[in-house]
Each structure stands twice: as structure tokens, then as C-alpha cells.
């Protein structure tokens, strides 16, 4: 594991900065050659708490990698990128692209972990394939970038795969959910939010889809602007309507305005919930209690936080960077891992380090991970797939900050 004083330095040259290029890392050795990898996420605006968790997750695999010389003769250096925008006041699909540019048009950059939000993986992924570029997102789920009906959109270079994930997708991140407030809840009847992004959208669409296959009556639907500050018109007509339920697609610059103005409108004892865009920090630095009591979220990989295998992990990135991981930050060390699984695999075999054979490497990895061995199908999507659901309930013993202690996980969604 990374020694405490490398992770010293990851503080002193990563935490007050969103674009860093091996600030804080140990110099190469005088034989070491370097190797750049990307790190794009929205690092400001409304999902920066959790995109920041991220970030330290993949600092700490790459660090360990050039602790340890997992790379034999490499150096790995961190370049970081904000995807996010003040315009935007979240993540911007146009912001994300311009980065993606950026990165390929480094050649010393191989590899990327990110990015966090789908909009932005959708407005990526082409630069990628074009350049034969192999990311891994520890975190977007939305299915079209890596299904086959949208290779021509999404991997116009032959249709390779070159965007792979850590968490499997909202195929069944929204499905399962439906699964959840039919089977589990007992709704009979819902009414459904998104906040119009690639993300939101889609997975509203497959809880939707999945709700009517099981029963559950869909009132309607409404479109959020994430730029509007008061949804209280909407609310208030949901409330006229006595949905049982509510299901949000989204992240949070609508979803905290959401569940925050949701509180003084709708009866407390109606089931709400969403996806992974509200397992996020600013559910409860954001919002808080009592308005967030009682949400329902799910995210696209297991629990691990809480499991004493992993908390070897959770303590030093605790000490680390003064914060706690979540389930996405293991994700994004994960995929960490897998890279440098990949890089070290070509240097035993005496291969060159070039972006076709990092993304064949990628490919065909089976790496040890903290979820366990992770491989990918032909697509680029994760072979295990699940899907986990918490609740926020207020822990009055533990810090408002403590996810682990806020977000009570309730098991693994009914799959069918």
C-alpha cells in the first residue's frame, strides 16, 4: 500500500489544485521514462464533493503503482482535468470533449480513469476511439456508450472498445430500482423526474420501462432544468396527483434543489428515490437533514466501504486526503489498478507502450481489484454486475460529512 509519506506529498501537490501534472509525485529515476495518465472529472460546481472523492481514489492507485514499480522502468504521472464549467454550474459535456482533445493530443498519455457524468462520456468517447484511446470511468452508467447498436456514434474507429467501466450500467441501475419500489415497496403508482442529461434521462427511461413491466402505474413525468432554482410548480402537481412514489433521474444540480424543496411539499412517508447521481456528499452537505431523510439511491457496483477487507484502503485514503471514500472512489482505484495491471503486463511481455496495445491490454485484463477480479466483455463493459441500494438515515452519533454512517446500505436490488 502507499507509504504514509508518498501520500504526504499527494496532499501537498493535489488537493488544492483541478489540473495537475504530477504535482506531488516522486521525480523519475534518471533511467525512468514516464507515462501519463488522465484523470477527467467535474472537480467544481455541483457534484465536486463526490468527483473529488474520485479523484483521490486514482491518485492513490497511480501512487502506489510508482511506490511499488508495478510499471518496471516507468514513471506514472497524473494528469488531471476539470470537466465542469461555471456557465454550466456542473459538468459540461462541451468541456469535457475539449479535454479529451487535449489528452490524446499528448502522446505520452496512454490511458485515462473517468469520466464521472455519461453526458460527458458520450461527448468523449469518439475523440477516444479515434485515437485508439482506452479510458476506464469509475462511475457513468449510461448504457449507449458501450452498447453495440451505437458503435457507430460512440467508437466510429472500427468499433473497438476504448471505454470501459468499473460499474456496470443503467440497463439495469434502473430496472433493478423498479424491481426495488415494486417488489420490496410495494408502490402501485409513481411518478417520475429527470434533469435532461444523457445520464438522467436514461435512467429514468429504464426504471420507466421496468415500473410498467411491473405493475406500477407512471402518473407522468417531468423534465428539470438543473439552471431553475424553485421546481415547487412541478411538486405541487405531483402532490395533487397522490403518486405512492417518486423516482428521480439525475444528478445534483437539480437533485439537491430537488430533494431540499420536495420536504415542504410532498408527504414525508412517500418513497423517493433516484440513481448514483444522488449518492453524492452534498445529499447531506447540500441538502441535509430532514429534508434528505428517507431517499432511496442506488449505485452500479457493490458495497465495499464497509467491508474489513477494504479497510486497509479506507484508513490510509482517509488519513490521505482528511475525507471519506465512497463506493466510487474504490471504483476509480480500481480502475487504477487495472491500467497498471495493463501497463506491467506489456513491459514482462517486451512490448511497446503505445495506446493499441495499452487498449488490447485493457481489453483482455482479468485484474485483481477490491471488488474482486475485474474483467471486461467486448464492448468494454464490466463481466460482474451489480447493483446496490441505500437509504439516507440520519445518524445523529456520527458526522453530517460520514456517508458510511448517513447511507444505511439496504442489500443488493431484486434483479428480476
Request: contains cysteine; aromatic residues 8%.
Amino acid at each position: 500500500m502507499l507509504t504514509r509519506r508518498a501520500a504526504g506529498k499527494l496532499i501537498a501537490g493535489a488537493a488544492a489544485s483541478t489540473t495537475l501534472v504530477g504535482a506531488g509525485f516522486r521525480p523519475a529515476f534518471a533511467a525512468d521514462k514516464v507515462i501519463k495518465i488522465g484523470i477527467t472529472l467535474p472537480l467544481t460546481g455541483a457534484d465536486a464533493e463526490g468527483a473529488n472523492r474520485i479523484k483521490y481514489g486514482a491518485l492513490l492507485s497511480i501512487q502506489q503503482a510508482n511506490d511499488s514499480g508495478a510499471v518496471k522502468g516507468y514513471t506514472l504521472v497524473p494528469v488531471v482535468l476539470n470537466n465542469a464549467t461555471t456557465t454550466a454550474g456542473q459538468y459540461d459535456p462541451a468541456q469535457a470533449a475539449t479535454n479529451a482533445r487535449k489528452l490524446v493530443s499528448d502522446p505520452d498519455v496512454m490511458a485515462a480513469i473517468g469520466p464521472e457524468m455519461s453526458g460527458d462520456g458520450k461527448a468523449m468517447s469518439a475523440i477516444y476511439s479515434e485515437a485508439n484511446f482506452a479510458t476506464i470511468t469509475p462511475a457513468s452508467t449510461n448504457p449507449d456508450i458501450t452498447s453495440p447498436k451505437f458503435a457507430s456514434e460512440y467508437r466510429p474507429n472500427g468499433g473497438k472498445a476504448v471505454y470501459f467501466r468499473t460499474v456496470t450500467t443503467d440497463a439495469l441501475q434502473g430496472p433493478y430500482m423498479a424491481n426495488y419500489y415494486a417488489d420490496v415497496l410495494k408502490v402501485k403508482s409513481v411518478y417520475i423526474l429527470d434533469d435532461s442529461g444523457a445520464y438522467g434521462v436514461g435512467i429514468a427511461d429504464t426504471f420507466e420501462a421496468r415500473a410498467k413491466e411491473k405493475g406500477i402505474k407512471v402518473l407522468g413525468r417531468d423534465r428539470l432544468d438543473p439552471t431553475e432554482a424553485d421546481y415547487t410548480v412541478s411538486l405541487t402537481k405531483i402532490k395533487g396527483m397522490n403518486p405512492d412514489g417518486l423516482y428521480y433521474g439525475g444528478v445534483q444540480g437539480a437533485g439537491t434543489k430537488l430533494v431540499k424543496q420536495a420536504y415542504g411539499v410532498l408527504p414525508q412517508a412517500m418513497p423517493k428515490g433516484g440513481g448514483d447521481g444522488l449518492y453524492a456528499p452534498e445529499m447531506l452537505t447540500a441538502v441535509g437533514f430532514p429534508a434528505a431523510e428517507g431517499w432511496y439511491c442506488t449505485i452500479a457496483a457493490p458495497h465495499l466501504t464497509d467491508n474489513p477487507a477494504v479497510q486497509p484502503f479506507v484508513k490510509l485514503y482517509e488519513s490521505t486526503w482528511h475525507t471519506q471514500p465512497d463506493d466510487y472512489a474504490i471504483t476509480a482505484y480500481d480502475a487504477g489498478l487495472v491500467i497498471t495491471a495493463a501497463l506491467a503486463s506489456l513491459v514482462d511481455a517486451g512490448k511497446p507502450i503505445t495506446r493499441a496495445n495499452v487498449r488490447e491490454a485493457i481489453q483482455t485484463s482479468h485484474t485483481n481489484t477490491l471488488q474482486g477480479p475485474v474483467a471486461f466483455d467486448e464492448n468494454g463493459d464490466i463481466v460482474n454486475k451489480v447493483i446496490s441500494v441505500f437509504q439516507i438515515v440520519e445518524n445523529k452519533g456520527a458526522s453530517l460529512t460520514d456517508m458510511n454512517a448517513q447511507f444505511k446500505y439496504i442489500g443488493t436490488a431484486p434483479t428480476s
